[in-house]
């Protein structure tokens, strides 16, 4: 159940935000869940919670397996970056009060361009692990360049399974070196359930880049109807954005032009669908996916600060 402070506090949030990124979407109250302990400061409200990921799942890839998460943070004081100091140190108390485990982390998520509270993310020993990025739709994107002789782009099949698998691998093993992903015991499996439900899903959602016969890079796909996850952090129609999920180029042959002929197609895959917005997720401290993004019409619109294990948090 929400309070008048909350209410009101969340109306004041809203109306910042949407003066900082379009983009952002106007939020809720926060709603405690079962389990959530509700955080007030003055100018800033929030809810302590925490979330256990199932070692067995694709979501294991992609944080730690115990993730305490200030969720649904709203901050209305006239000084943000003071507000959220407030509500991050009340936050922390809680998080290092948590008993340890083998595998855990604090994070929490906020819009990329309101840089007022940056400073107190990161006195508290919070860093920028990953970036929700998004491109609006029919965004010019450079050509592609590469001039591989026998390169094609074309729809996953059966008998890719096994190497699109590899190099699926490859971008979680390349990723984990930014703490961005894990690559653990179950992933290989993981992975490959994934890639067989988009080969069995409507529609083309994964392509591979071919080049005489090998499989060398893989692009993967959510259509908005499957993007349900993610579309709530997209002002606008849910049913208008796709999120892009795995991009990857075999080792070896990075920089030679075959990610961006995957890109490309994706991208004309979408403007031609008539998708509003794509999202993707990447790493910040990624020397070769921040640029290359950048380049094809993404910018940042959500950052996870997070601190690993959770008691790190100061």
Avoid at 101 to 121: H, L, N
Avoid at 148 to 170: H, K, Q, S, W, Y
Avoid at 230 to 238: E, F, K, L, N, T
């Amino acid at each position: 159940m929400t309070t008048p402070i909350a209410e009101q506090g969340t109306d004041l949030h809203n109306q910042r935000l949407a003066q900082i990124d379009a983009l952002i979407p106007a939020a809720p109250a926060p709603a405690p869940a079962d389990g959530d302990i509700v955080i007030e400061v003055p100018g800033a409200i929030g809810l302590a919670r925490t979330r256990r990921i199932d070692p067995n799942t694709l979501d294991a890839c992609w944080g730690a397996l115990t993730r305490q998460l200030l969720a649904s943070p709203r901050v209305f004081g006239d000084d943000p970056g003071a507000a959220m100091s407030a509500l991050l140190d009340s936050w922390g108390a809680w998080v290092r009060s948590q008993p340890p485990e083998p595998d855990t982390s604090a994070v929490v998520s906020w819009p990329s361009r309101d840089t007022s509270v940056i400073a107190a993310f990161l006195d508290r020993g919070l860093a920028p692990r990953v970036v929700l990025a998004a491109r609006p739709g029919g965004r010019p994107t450079p050509p592609p360049t590469s001039r591989l002789g026998g390169l094609i782009i074309r729809p996953l099949e059966e008998r890719d399974l096994g190497a699109a698998a590899t190099r699926f691998l490859d971008v979680i093993r390349w990723d984990s070196q930014f703490q961005g992903s894990y690559l653990r015991e179950s992933t290989p499996t993981a992975v490959d359930l994934d890639l067989q439900h988009a080969l069995n899903s409507d529609g083309t959602s994964s392509w591979v880049a071919d080049v005489d016969g090998q499989v060398v890079g893989l692009g993967t796909l959510e259509w908005p109807k499957d993007a349900s996850w993610i579309s709530p952090q997209v002002a606008g129609d849910p049913d208008e954005v796709a999120y892009l999920g795995v991009m990857s180029v075999q080792p070896g042959r990075r920089g030679g032009g075959i990610g961006s002929a995957l890109a490309a197609h994706l991208h004309r895959a979408v403007d031609e669908a008539g998708i509003r917005t794509t999202v993707l997720h990447h790493s910040p401290m990624n020397p070769l996916s921040t640029p290359f993004w950048h380049r094809c019409g993404y910018r940042p619109l959500w950052t996870t600060w997070e601190a690993r294990p959770h008691s790190a948090v100061r």
